[in-house]
């Protein structure tokens, strides 16, 4: 595809990057504003979704380094998750060109809705700043469980699964917030960099605008990852709670419309 983009075209999706790669190091979601981006500038929806990969790789990434340089993601206690959500990311991916996707469409958002609820009403949804890190793995089923279905619905669909890995690390894995946070970066960098070599094996990927959005995402990332490590609960709560019910929102929409 040639790639003759306005040069305000580059500028909104350099802006665009920089948001969502904020958005997608404190809770995920960033996807919700760089994929309809990359579609409103002319992109083919598969080259789009190939090419966000590209560009969330470099973001997810970062914000993973930043979570484990500041001791809040320990490699050695997740690497049966890390093997996991590897092969089910595969799987998710090869199960998008074997399933009709449409009633996961109508499922999403009831999903995700029942997500936002959960958090709302439930005072230890998201952890608690008393809990301690955890210097032990936890045990193999729960992570190969939780890596395999998350890994294969993040390379089979993806819209929310920054979300379902921070809820469902901090309920099945007991982590407090921030190490919940750290786990689910790295673990989206394992999906994203998986289902990134099946669509640029397929050709579904525009490097340049790639690389440029990445770098944008990078840095949104990098502000993002300190900005949650900071701040703590009250910061990221807020957030997690309006990208998960825009989320649903733009599900619904898309589905039900």
Known sequence: MDLLLDPSHWAI????????GFIDAIVGGGGLLSIPALLTVGIPPHLALGTNKLA???????????????QLFTPKLWKTCFVAT????????????MVDPKWLDKILPLLIIGIAIYTLLSPKAMGDDNINLPVERSPKHKQIGQGFLLGSYDGFAGPGIGAFWTVTS????KLPLLYSCGLARVMTSVSNITALIIFASMGQVQWVLGLWMGFCMMAGSYIGARSAIRFGIPFIKPIFIIMVLSTAVHLTWSAWG
């Open 13 to 20: 999706l350099a802006v665009i990057g920089i948001i969502a």
């Open 170 to 173: 901090v309920s099945l894995h």
């Open 56 to 70: 969330a790789c470099f973001g997810s990434v970062t914000s993973s380094f930043t979570f484990y340089k500041q």
């Open 86 to 97: 590897f092969i089910g990311s595969i799987a998710g991916c090869i199960l998008v060109f």
